[in-house]
């Protein structure tokens, strides 16, 4: 459609009053839509991404012809995803709807009514039309379609980050077992020496919570632009990345080094400085 010297490609939706309510649709600014005959003729409500696209700074009251007919913008609708989560949203256009022009009715209802209410439908349905087969589709298969192929690609990057995760705790606590170990003569003589638990813990620890912090430091964010960069790859409109996810691997890992450090020292303490010296 062409709006004020600008043409872009826009999704118009014709709707009833109640839609927005049905469909749970968050105005940001402005009303929803009525049956009144003049929202019917020229009142529109336009999503964020229409907006953003004629440049307008104040939308609502603003009017423009389309296909002959003089449209007013009463709302602005938030963004929502109306076909699948791997095409990029575009401009919205919804107007009005009389009821000469229905193709699909949409009900709501509780879980409890539900086979009552397809009960009454099908039976309205054929004395209006008795010899063509009602068809009704559940709103939430429509849903499950809708995120089948979005929850198999998170199920893949779970995977694949679980295992990133667990060689990574493994390879630490290899790393501290092997290091630690080496030092067992060393730790006998300090213990001879006076040395408390705590020293101990302190000379095995120092070293490898630098090496976490630098690689902490380092790592989030190279993995934020990598996620960020992975994500825009496979949704053209996505949710923010947050640091929710970066901060649990991090503990995780911090979990790991701690409860490592703990045990191989309880092994380096319970040994006897006597035996492991005798050698020497």
Not at 42 to 70: L, Y
Not at 233 to 245: G, H, M, N, Q
Not at 252 to 268: E, F, H, M, P
Request: charged content about 20%.
């Amino acid at each position: 459609m062409e709006i004020e010297d600008k043409q872009m490609s826009v999704r118009q939706i014709s709707v009833s009053e109640n839609y927005f309510k049905t469909f749970r649709l968050n105005m940001k600014e402005g009303r929803a839509l009525t049956d009144l005959a003049s929202d019917q003729k020229g009142s529109v409500v336009v999503n964020e991404k229409f907006v953003e696209s004629m440049g307008w700074e104040q939308p609502i009251g603003k009017v423009f012809t389309h296909d002959s007919t003089r449209r007013t913008v009463v709302g602005v609708v938030n963004d929502f995803h109306y076909y699948d989560f791997f095409s990029a949203i575009e401009p919205v256009m919804i107007s009005g709807l009389n009821a000469n022009e229905v193709h699909y009715l949409t009900v709501q209802t509780s879980p409890e009514k539900l086979l009552d209410l397809e009960s009454f439908a099908r039976k309205a349905w054929y004395q209006i039309a008795p010899n063509d087969p009602f068809d009704r589709v559940f709103q939430k298969d429509a849903f499950d379609n809708f995120y089948q192929e979005n929850t198999a690609n998170t199920s893949i990057l779970m995977f694949i980050s679980t295992i990133a995760i667990v060689l990574a705790c493994l390879g630490l606590y290899g790393l501290l077992s092997f290091n630690v170990q080496g030092k067992l003569k060393e730790f006998s003589v300090r213990k001879v020496l006076g040395a408390e638990s705590k020293s101990l813990i302190r000379i095995v620890s120092k070293r490898y919570f630098w090496v976490l912090l630098i690689s902490f430091l380092l790592g989030a964010p190279l993995g934020a632009i990598g996620m960020i960069n992975l994500v825009i790859t496979i949704f053209p409109d996505p949710e923010k990345v947050t640091a929710l996810p970066f901060i649990v691997a991090m503990a995780i890992i911090l979990i790991t080094l701690i409860v490592t450090v703990a045990g191989q020292i309880s092994k380096a303490i319970k040994v006897n400085p006597a035996e492991l010296l005798r050698t020497e």
